[in-house]
Nanobody
Framework: QVQLVESGGGLVQAGGSLRLSCAAS????????MGWFRQAPGKEREFVAA????????YYADSVKGRFTISRDNAKNTVYLEMNSLKPEDTAVYYC?????????????????WGQGTQVTVSS
């Protein structure tokens, strides 16, 4: 069983920055493919970014490319999402997700484990 706990959300003005963290349980975190998703009120959960088990491959949604950076520290069992130049449309609950087989997906249906989410609110 994998447990994921997100943190780092909050209220920020447009143009500001936040860094989200997702701490994972399990001795084999270094083999997990990890993703970040977000869900705004009344909308579907959407892909934000993903990172391979080694950190060597990263993927981003077009809407965040150039502004967000996903990274991981396997020694700390943690994946991060650095968010810069935030916009009001980035407001959502942000979730991290894990694939224990090391695969990375843009589809929310492919991840086996999810955190509880952390709220990010960007004011205009």
């Amino acid at each position: 069983q994998v447990q994921l706990v997100e943190s780092g959300g909050g209220l920020v003005q447009a143009g500001g920055s936040l860094r989200l963290s997702c701490a994972a349980s399990g001795r084999t975190f270094s083999s997990y493919g990890m993703g970040w998703f977000r869900q705004a009120p009344g909308k579907e959960r959407e892909f934000v970014a993903a990172i391979s088990w080694s950190g060597g491959r990263t993927y981003y949604a077009d809407s965040v490319k150039g502004r967000f950076t996903i990274s991981r520290d396997n020694a700390k069992n943690t994946v991060y999402l650095e968010m810069n130049s935030l916009k009001p449309e980035d407001t959502a609950v942000y979730y991290c997700a894990a694939d224990p087989y090391g695969r990375v997906w843009a589809s929310k249906y492919e991840y086996d484990y999810w955190g509880q989410g952390t709220q990010v609110t960007v004011s205009s």
